[in-house]
């Protein structure tokens, strides 16, 4: 979608962790990718006041056309709920998505809610969208629980819906499942040249790959079996996205049980099994400022679409 674009920064949508305030839409802004500078003197640049009042794990969206952005996030408030073991968000969490649109990323819609989610299913979390150039759709996807007669949560599955504009869906169908019992939570995917590729957490943080998105998707590796030493009990909430002018991919990672924040592993070849062009980075090699930055999704940008952002949500204002 953006090989015509002159790319030459990123902005990157996360949200910073369960306290107030912070499971709202945070911008930061980098030139390479790996050093990241916070926005809006570290507040949030967009708020959802509808639903649970909270938006976690924001996916930013380039549209097809290139004339509207659209970034879409999990309506959930942990903070509003009192804590994780005050409620059972996987049983009783929100059936919808939040959904903002923008033609510059800086002038956004009010946040709107639209159901997708299947009546057996307890929440929806983590939604990402992909353009799918066969179909002339996109294909949104998140993870939900399937649960039991009796409301428990049976596994957590990568359930599925196609659109054309963000406002109106298909009926959502089973994506992704590791079984009835089994989980699998955060899936990104990215198209590299013919093929996409798709990283999830799955008890690891599972490689795969195909030619089409709906087709038979191959198990490529997992993070632990490359030798980088991380399994889904270190990280999650992986996010692709490429470089900018250069044959490399970002698999960023959120270090989540030991509350490091992300971490940037870098590939020149999505489809190695080896692991030898595959490369975790040192902490002196980036810096993601000065919030912690949780589940988000990083999004390549113009020069003029940089200027903008950094005018409008720039610290030195």
Not at 224 to 234: A, E, K, Y
Not at 268 to 288: C, N, R, V
Request: net charge negative; glycine share 10%.
């Amino acid at each position: 979608m953006s090989s015509n674009l002159s790319l030459y920064g990123y902005v990157f949508a996360h949200f910073i962790g369960d306290q107030e305030d912070g499971e709202q839409v945070y911008f930061a802004l980098s030139k390479d990718g790996l050093h990241w500078q916070d926005l809006n003197q570290n507040q949030p640049v967009l708020r959802s006041d509808i639903g649970e009042k909270g938006g976690r794990d924001p996916f930013l969206l380039r549209g097809v056309d290139h004339n509207l952005f659209y970034l879409i996030a999990t309506d959930l408030s942990i903070y509003h709920r009192g804590g994780w073991e005050r409620s059972q968000p996987t049983v009783n969490g929100s059936h919808a998505l939040l959904i903002w649109e923008s033609t510059d990323l800086v002038n956004w819609s009010e946040p709107r809610s639209v159901e997708v989610a299947p009546r057996e299913a307890g929440c929806v979390w983590a939604p990402e969208a992909i353009y799918d150039e066969e179909e002339g759709n996109y294909l949104v996807f998140w993870a939900s629980s399937t649960l039991s007669k009796e409301k428990q949560p049976q596994g957590m599955h990568i359930y599925a819906s196609r659109t054309k504009d963000f406002r109106t869906f298909t009926q959502a169908e089973l994506y992704i499942t590791r079984g009835e019992r089994g989980t699998i939570i955060d899936t990104s995917i990215i198209r590299a040249d013919d093929m996409y590729y798709r990283a999830s957490g799955d008890g690891h943080i599972t490689i795969e790959s195909c030619k089409r998105l709906n087709g038979d998707w191959k198990h490529i590796a997992t993070l632990d079996s490359l030798g980088l030493g991380l399994t889904g009990n270190d990280v999650e909430g992986p996010a692709f996205f490429k470089f900018n002018n250069e044959e490399k991919w970002g698999l960023f990672v959120d270090q989540y049980s030991s509350n490091g924040g992300y971490l940037p592993i870098l590939t020149s070849q999505i489809d190695d099994t080896s692991g030898a062009s595959w490369q975790k980075l040192h902490p002196e090699q980036y810096s993601f400022g000065s919030l912690k930055k949780r589940h988000g999704s990083i999004l390549p940008i113009t020069n003029k679409e940089y200027d903008t952002i950094l005018a409008q949500w720039g610290n030195g204002k």
